[in-house]
């Protein structure tokens, strides 16, 4: 059987010009199982962040045995990275506690327990409409990152559909951002804000 492994959100940890974020994935349960072999996910990755660069950061903390090759994968539509190999849910928040905060080629690397686009309230988001390829997260993080107010602060990409999701802790922070930056432009494009909803 499976065991939901329990949140534990860690925010901060840039690479490469991009924030990224793990989330700790469904593992085996430990006590009837043995050991399991947790994941974690990273956002946001941006171009000039490869594997190596992730797997560089995460390897003490991973099994011995994982194979270097399936220990990173990245999604350079959703800009998310995954980590597979930690052998415990131990293993993660002690990885998180190392990699949240830190600034990696220009990004804030964040960690999350889910998959998903943010954990944040839907009211402290804002979405930005028009995010083309030459739009990277760190770019996004450099626009927003005055109206964060030492907080953490989230950036999600979905290249497919050319939008992308910041979320901040406080709402007040969402709303300046969309009151003061309006329309924004960023390296040549057009960038549309609207508050969350």
Known sequence: ALAVVAQSVFNGYSL??????????????PDSLGPCHDSAFVFPISDPVTRHDILDIFDPFLEA?????????????????????FSTRL????AAKEVNGRHLKGTELML?????????????????????????????????????RDQPMQVVIKRSRRYALVGYVDPK??????NVL?????????????LSD
């Not at 686009?117 to 739009?135: A, Q, T």
């Not at 309006?182 to 609207?194: A, C, D, K, P, W």
């Open 173 to 178: 922070s969402a709303a300046d951002a969309v």
């Open 182 to 194: 309006g329309n924004v432009e960023v390296n040549g494009s057009v960038l549309y804000l609207y």
């Open 112 to 148: 999350r327990h889910r998959l998903s686009d943010l954990s944040l309230p839907k009211e402290s988001r804002v979405f930005v409409s028009n995010v083309g390829e030459n739009i990277q997260p760190a770019d996004l993080y450099e626009v927003f990152k005055p109206f964060k």
């Open 16 to 29: 490469k010009g991009k924030s990224l974020t793990i989330d700790i994935l469904d593992g085996f349960d």
């Open 65 to 85: 045995d994982v194979d270097p090759k399936t220990a990173v994968s990245i999604n350079r539509d959703t800009c998310i990275a995954a980590v597979h190999g």
């Open 91 to 94: 293993h993660v928040q002690l």
